[in-house]
């Protein structure tokens, strides 16, 4: 990272971000081209569950190359400044790269599908209906490499 003063290093600090964040950023590529796509997602150890429609361009790309990118900011404010170059914003992101794999076990699927749920609704064990269950796709990302970055002044609880 050019900008070893905006680094987080501090691990906790990081799967903070990652857990608090509401949309992840995928970067796909395929034949050169790049695609990036935001999905809902939630996070543990290690890994990036993504529920998702099981057909779609992001399934064709990830079917024919697993390798992502992500991104995930935990936005804070627009610092404003008294002349236009000046501004700024504060902000806390961590981006990284990982391999997906599909879930396809109806277990491991509703385990996935429990994160999300929680995350997003905020509790509770939902029920769901075997033949939507069928139907959704749920993507596992493990994280490879990741990196943390903030700008602005930031108290030890974020």
Known sequence: MRRTDKEITDEKI?????????ICRLGL???????V???NYAYED???YIHSASE????DIIRRNPQV?????Y????????IACMWGMKYRSVMGTGTIAFIVDHDSKKGGLNLLMKKYSGGGKP???PAALEKVLLLKLRIESMTGKQSGEWDKEG
């Not at 590529?29 to 695609?35: C, L, R």
């Not at 779609?56 to 399934?59: L, P, Q, R």
Request: no cysteine; charged share 30%.
């Open 37 to 39: 796509v935001p999905v």
């Open 14 to 22: 990081i799967h903070d971000i990652i857990s608090r964040s509401a």
């Open 56 to 59: 779609g361009k992001k399934i």
């Open 127 to 129: 029920d769901y209906d």
């Open 69 to 73: 990118s992500f991104e995930i900011e």
């Open 46 to 48: 290690g890994f990036i």
């Open 29 to 35: 590529v395929q034949d050169g081209a790049v695609y």
């Open 75 to 82: 936005f804070g404010e627009i610092v404003k400044g008294e």
